[in-house]
Nanobody, 124 residues
Framework: QLQLVESGGGLVQPGGSLRLSCEAAGHTLDYYAVGWFRQAPGKEREGVSCISSDSSDVRTYYSASVKGRFTISRDNAKNTVYLQMNDLRPEDTAVYYC???????????????WGQGTQVTVSS
C-alpha cells in the first residue's frame, strides 16, 4: 500500500517561488513514475508535470502553462519527488496533488495512488 503526502504549499505573492514535496511511504518510489496535478475551485483537475522512474536518465513532462517556470525532480534516497515553482501567477492558485504508478517506461501513465493535496495561493 503506497501512501503519498504533499507539503510545501502556502501563500506567495505574484512572481514568488515555492517548492512542493511529495514523500512516499509503504513502498519505494524507485520504480514509480510520479505526476503533479492541480485543481482550482470550479475547474477540472489539470495535469502539471510528470517524471519517469529512471533516476539515472530522468525524463520529464510539463504542461504548456507551466513549462519554463516549474521544474520536477526526484530524490530516490529520500523517497521524495519535488516540484519547484518559480514566477508564480495568480492563475497558479489551486490545490496541488501528487500521484504515482509503478511503470518503468511511461512518463505519465494512468495514476492510481494519490495524495491528499497541498494548497497553493498566489495573491498580492
Amino acid at each position: 500500500q503506497l501512501q503519498l503526502v504533499e507539503s510545501g504549499g502556502g501563500l506567495v505573492q505574484p512572481g514568488g517561488s515555492l517548492r512542493l514535496s511529495c514523500e512516499a511511504a509503504g513502498h519505494t518510489l524507485d520504480y514509480y513514475a510520479v505526476g503533479w496535478f492541480r485543481q482550482a475551485p470550479g475547474k477540472e483537475r489539470e495535469g502539471v508535470s510528470c517524471i519517469s522512474s529512471d533516476s539515472s536518465d530522468v525524463r520529464t513532462y510539463y504542461s504548456a502553462s507551466v513549462k519554463g517556470r516549474f521544474t520536477i525532480s526526484r530524490d530516490n534516497a529520500k523517497n521524495t519527488v519535488y516540484l519547484q515553482m518559480n514566477d508564480l501567477r495568480p492563475e497558479d492558485t489551486a490545490v496541488y496533488y501528487c500521484a504515482a504508478e509503478q511503470d518503468e517506461i511511461l512518463l505519465c501513465p494512468h495514476f492510481n495512488s494519490w495524495g491528499q493535496g497541498t494548497q497553493v495561493t498566489v495573491s498580492s
